[in-house]
Nanobody, 126 residues
Framework: QVQLGESGGGLVQAGGSLRLSCAASGRTFSSYTMGWFRQAPGKERDFVAAISWNGGSTSYADSVKGRFTISRDNAKNTVYPQMNSLKPEDTAVYYC???????????????????WGQGTQVTVSS
């Protein structure tokens, strides 16, 4: 079983940048597809970005394309979304998730992931 823990959230002004981190325990991280989702107050949890086990393939929600970049370091068991040009509508709790054998067509689906972190708050002020 993998345990996931997010960090790096905080308060930033619109137009600013943040880099979140998701650290994983366990020796199977390098074989996991990793995803990021976010949930704004009163809204459903939505897909943000995902990366394949070897970093060779990434997926992004349309709302963050061109602004967010997801990467991973399997030697450090960590996945990073770099978030640039932040907007107030990016304000949410950000969650990382991971699991084996998630194909490109199902990376954006919450039910594809068994393992989730507790989330980290990102607040973007206007």
């Amino acid at each position: 079983q993998v345990q996931l823990g997010e960090s790096g959230g905080g308060l930033v002004q619109a137009g600013g940048s943040l880099r979140l981190s998701c650290a994983a325990s366990g020796r199977t991280f390098s074989s996991y597809t990793m995803g990021w989702f976010r949930q704004a107050p009163g809204k459903e949890r939505d897909f943000v970005a995902a990366i394949s086990w070897n970093g060779g393939s990434t997926s992004y929600a349309d709302s963050v394309k061109g602004r967010f970049t997801i990467s991973r370091d399997n030697a450090k068991n960590t996945v990073y979304p770099q978030m640039n040009s932040l907007k107030p509508e990016d304000t949410a709790v950000y969650y990382c998730a991971g699991d084996h054998f998630i194909g490109p067509n199902t990376r954006a689906t919450m039910s594809s992931y068994r393992y989730w972190g507790q989330g980290t708050q990102v607040t973007v002020s206007s």
